[in-house]
């Protein structure tokens, strides 16, 4: 499977931002989906998780902000940002094909280009 993310940007603290990630080939809805982000100096971290059935996983630092989605018709998954801060500043990168912890990077065998998210105070 091969991901494209897209849908960052620069934003202003409290605002919203929808990022999404669209996979190429047919076994999309056989792959649980994660969501990851990175700032320069730091390793990169878990935000958000989605099985094939559903079941989702957040981090706690976006928990009640942040919300996966998939659209199995689209081959796309969506994170929806809200109330962000200067904290979600990070390059944003969706995974797929997971084998082991969801909130593990080495659990994803395949990745996107990350896509910019800049929260301004």
């Known amino acids: 499977v091969q991901l494209q993310a897209s849908g960052g940007g620069l934003m202003q603290a409290g605002g919203s931002l929808r990022l999404s990630c669209k996979a190429s080939?047919?076994?999309?809805?056989?792959?649980?989906m994660g969501w990851f982000r990175q700032v320069p100096g730091r390793e990169r971290e878990f935000v958000a998780g989605i099985s094939r059935s559903g079941e989702v996983w957040y981090a706690d630092s976006v928990k009640g902000r942040f919300t996966i989605s998939r659209d199995y018709a689209m081959k796309t998954s969506y994170l929806q940002m809200n109330t962000l801060n200067s904290g979600d500043t990070a390059l944003y990168y969706c995974a797929a094909d997971r084998s082991g912890p969801y909130s593990s990077m080495q659990s994803y065998k395949a990745w996107g280009q990350g896509t910019l998210v800049t929260v301004s105070s």
């Open positions: 080939g047919r076994t999309f809805r056989w792959h649980d």
